[in-house]
């Protein structure tokens, strides 16, 4: 068995973190010496006082507190360093979701295999209100998933498992990780595996504007990288996208057209944003996603 260490960035989620840490210690059948490292970054709101109690609780839990929120990037590379020194595989999960039980060792299995630098489990809107933008969401996802599936996976920093020997110190004005720890992973000749029978439940914008938001700043971390690094992700060529859409059922096509016309909206603001040379490293909360499902 390898020496895991779960890794999660929190920024003012008192209403999810006490769910995710006690479902990974008691429903994930981790090894019991499994660290939880949990950055907390410049929180407002009572994020710190409820993982102070689980550290009491639970041994396992190691809060790292900011005083400033610096950054995704700079938490991360916390838990990097961390994890590159001890263990051999860390799990990275989202604070605002919530693992289907019994995933997050069906990734770290597929590690056995010493091609695979990372694998990654299949994120799945937590069931919201029948409205616009969760439609849309869904259609999204269902699209990264069909891309994943029957072409070059898009690395989800939802959920996933890296092997720490792959895992590089991320420059702090990154905007968006992700994409970035996915080039650091195939420049290396690792494979990137998506897992779809492990499950991710995640939170989603429940409204236009915070949905809009949200595209808009993946776009400009995409930009930000194929300027920097000549990459793009899988998911951000229309080509792919393209292939994809025969798959999808007839009732998500309206949804998928008002999608697009969205995307269109985000790609075109994060343009201006990214000409202008303002991509924010610590991004403002998506409202909507903060609530507790």
């Not at 985000?266 to 991509?279: P, V």
Request: hydrophobic share 40%; proline share 6%.
């Amino acid at each position: 068995m390898p020496k895991i260490v779960i890794g999660v960035c929190a920024y003012n989620e008192e209403n999810n973190i006490r769910r995710l840490l006690q479902a990974l210690l008691t429903e994930e059948g981790l090894p019991s010496n499994c660290r939880v490292l949990v950055v907390c970054s410049g929180c407002t709101d009572r994020t710190p006082e409820i993982l102070t109690e689980l550290h009491a609780r639970y041994a396992n839990i190691e809060p790292i507190f900011e005083k400033d929120r610096k950054g995704k990037a700079s938490a991360l590379n916390k838990i990097f360093k961390i994890s590159r020194e001890t263990t051999d595989v860390l799990i990275l999960v989202n604070a605002d979701a919530l693992p289907q039980r019994g995933s997050v060792m069906k990734l770290v299995s597929q590690l056995v295999d010493k091609n695979v630098g990372a694998a990654f489990a299949q994120p799945v809107p937590f069931e919201g209100p029948a409205g616009i933008s969760y439609k849309i969401v869904k259609v999204i996802w269902h699209l990264h998933h069909l891309i994943s599936v029957t072409q070059n996976p898009k690395l989800s920093g939802e959920l996933c498992a890296i092997r720490t020997s792959c895992l590089q110190a991320i420059p702090n004005n990154i905007a968006t990780d992700e994409p970035y720890v996915e080039l650091a992973i195939r420049t290396q000749r690792y494979r990137l595996l998506y897992v779809p029978e492990a499950i991710v439940h995640i939170r989603c914008p429940t409204n236009l504007h915070d949905l809009l938001k949200q595209r808009k700043r993946i776009w400009l971390g995409h930009m930000q990288l194929q300027k920097t690094n000549a990459y793009k992700v899988s998911t951000s060529r229309p080509s792919n996208t393209l292939r994809v859409i025969s798959a999808l059922d007839k009732s998500e096509i309206p949804f998928l057209l008002l999608g697009g016309f969205l995307e269109v909206i985000a790609y075109s603001q994060a343009k201006i944003e990214s000409y202008k040379g303002r991509i924010p490293y610590a991004w403002e909360p998506i409202k909507s996603t903060k609530t507790s499902m």
